[in-house]
């Protein structure tokens, strides 16, 4: 039971991760919004509670700092500057590092861990010898024991556990535990209710506890401890004194030695002075039964707080305030692919009813054909309904790729900000996954190669913070991601000249400037000339495209000089269905994805264009496009008496358009993706298969692949297609 809590509270803690980088995000773009401090805050001290029930202690140690010097912040005693919002910023690295460690296991770098936390107590030194030696700079006597403190109460106890609260993970035992942190704790255990073993229900709560607390804490945080088994419990507690006589004679102490002196008790109720910081809502967490009580420095209690607090709240507020975040439900990724799997058996099955009905060639099958189309119309939505489940927005992986950047920027020693656009953009989870790797290569290369110094930039009459921006959008049933910087640019003639070093490319070759920037792309290219931990071995673009590749996507550069660059990925929406064109080449079935067509026409003798000795042009309405024979780009032979086949007009990510020859077309329908990984290794010019109505296996063909090794390959295709029809 305790180990699938603790997953779950892992799997809230991204959601919290999450959350507080977006914050700091905002902070760090000068939105100091007291909302959004108190987000921060909340989230990590959420993490830190939740670290407790489960015996973290490094990580509780780590967020206890963090959110203390967080807590200052909100409070308006420390102000948020660049140093601070940078130092704020590596902690929240740290701290996501710190869950993966709690999580997977492994350890962290102790000198980083002990050099942020002299860097967070700084802020709080700073403020406890501000708090310390201020009354006494004013001229009167120094401040005396925080009395109030030491004015212990005896608190009463009776603690009665439901059955409901063991069926929600919580532990009696952590409570008590909670307990004894405030002050001197006595537990009895009363078990007069307990029944005989024949008539005990094991899923019966029968035991109750009498607890004796004598603790300088007020009432409120005792009773903070019990909050996340409110509900689940019968609980009472008496005291022999009152909260609101302590919290009256502390409000008398505190005007005594001034307001500026601050709070006197760390564990009283805070009296905020007149000039205090921006109400807030009051603090509720809502992390779930995992966050722990906490241990008694933890806390801030301010009873006088709530009142205020909903007096400054806005009727906006109030209202968003109840209705509360959408109610959500945690799935196994594996039940979604199994569903997924039965939906696409589904639509292989009506292919195969439409596919025998056909054949039975009977007079009036319109009742049938109609009940089909309602058939394929409700796979369809059910196949679209489960695709959503599986869709997720990109925004935590594009809010990982800022810290991405950090790195990047201080490993070099270059100024670099990150904007990312279209974060709720969604994708396939599957495909989430796999492309943070190639956006982390992208990022750092464009931070090492892409950026200037900022020397250079402001030589250059730019910022010296060099801006890269990450965004994603739909695009014709496909996502396009772009990564975008403003830097210098690809260097085309150093890039051609190591390229013809490395034996890349003939010394001799002529290449276009599209041509010359995807040889970033061939393996080995490197323009580093030292290696280093981000670049100079040879290894990362080659990398980037045969993941995308691997994800049935395209990648593309565009560059300025002087400007920047720009990565362009396009990638399916997801991993299991699509829609295709079903085609004839070289006798063989095979399917051509319907988002790289533009449109499709049947040729004549007077639409084709010889082009040299090798080269075909077709002419459509005045241009020329190359022809690319699919058949002999997959090495397939084709009968001689063939007629002039069809065309497939398509458009690579670079703009240009080439048209693929095939025999015919059959049909647009719906296919299911069948990966070929294991199977049969990687084939050029195809991207996966599919099963159709027949019960035949068809390949999915990848134009752009089939266009590079097909009739337009080659580097001077291009140039001898410019010349051809400037001529």
Known sequence: MSGSIQDTFFEECEELLEAMDEGLTAVEGGDHDPEIVNAVFR????????????????????????????????????????????????????LADLVAVARDGGSTDEEHHDTLIAGLEEYLDEEEEELTFEPMGLGGPAA???????????????????????????????????????????????????????????????????????????????????????????????????????????????????????????????????????????????????????????????????????????????????????????????????????????????????????NLNAGDMRDVETELEGFKNLARDIQEGVMAIRAQPVKPLFQRMARIVREASSATEKQAKLINEGENTEVDKTVIERLSDPLTHILRNAV???????????????????????????????????????????????????????????????????????LLFLPGFSTAKEVSNLSGRGVGMDVVKNAVTGLGGRISITSTPGKGSTFTIILPLTLAVMDGMVVSVGGQTMVVPITSIVETMRGSDDMINSLGADGTLLSIRGNFVPICDVAGALGLMKPDDQPPGVYLLVETETGQRSALAVDDIHDQRQVVIKSLDGVCGNIPGVAAATILGDGKIAMILDPESIISAGGTAGFDTERRMSNAIAS
């Not at 509670?49 to 509780?60: C, H, N, P, S």
């Open 448 to 518: 090492d190669h892409g950026l200037e110094k900022p020397e250079d930039r402001e030589a250059a009459g730019k910022s010296r913070v060099g801006e890269i921006r990450l965004s994603a959008s739909h695009r014709s049933g496909s996502v396009c991601i772009e990564i975008k910087d403003d830097g210098a640019g690809i260097n085309r003639p150093k890039v051609k000249q190591i390229a013809i070093e490395k034996g890349l490319i003939p010394e001799n070759a002529e290449l276009t400037d599209s041509e010359i920037d995807n």
């Open 43 to 94: 989230a990590v001290h959420s993490i830190k509670g939740g670290a407790g029930a489960f015996g973290l202690d490094e990580l509780v140690g780590f967020a206890h700092k963090f959110e203390t010097v967080f807590d200052e912040v909100r409070s308006n005693k420390v102000q948020l500057d660049t140093k601070l919002i940078q130092l704020l910023l590596r902690c929240s690295d740290h």
């Open 144 to 358: 005396p024991p925080p009395l109030a403190i030491e004015s212990e109460k005896n608190y009463t106890i009776r603690f009665q556990p439901l059955k409901e609260m063991f069926g929600t993970g919580n532990e009696p035992f952590f409570l008590f535990q909670a307990l004894s942190e405030l002050g001197d704790l006595k537990v009895v255990l009363d078990e007069s209710e307990l029944p005989g073993f024949d008539s005990m229900d094991m899923a019966e709560s029968y035991l109750a506890w009498d607890l004796e607390l004598t603790s300088s804490e007020p009432q409120s945080r005792v009773e903070a401890v019990f909050e996340f088994v409110e509900g689940l419990c019968e609980l009472s507690i008496a005291s022999d004194k009152d909260d609101e006589e302590e919290a009256a004679a502390l409000e008398a102490l505190n005007a005594a030695f001034g307001a500026d002196a601050g709070p006197l008790g760390s564990g009283l109720p805070e009296v905020t002075p007149p000039a205090a910081a921006p109400a807030e809502a009051p603090e509720t967490d809502t992390s779930g039964p995992f966050e722990a009580p906490a241990p008694a420095e933890e806390v801030k209690v301010a009873e006088a707080e709530p009142v205020e607090q909903a007096e400054a709240a806005s009727p906006e507020a109030a209202k968003k305030e109840q209705r509360g975040p959408k109610p959500t439900l945690r799935v196994e990724l594996e039940r979604v692919d199994r569903l997924i799997n039965a939906v696409g058996e589904l639509i292989i099955n009506h292919s195969m009813l439409a596919q025998q009905i056909a």
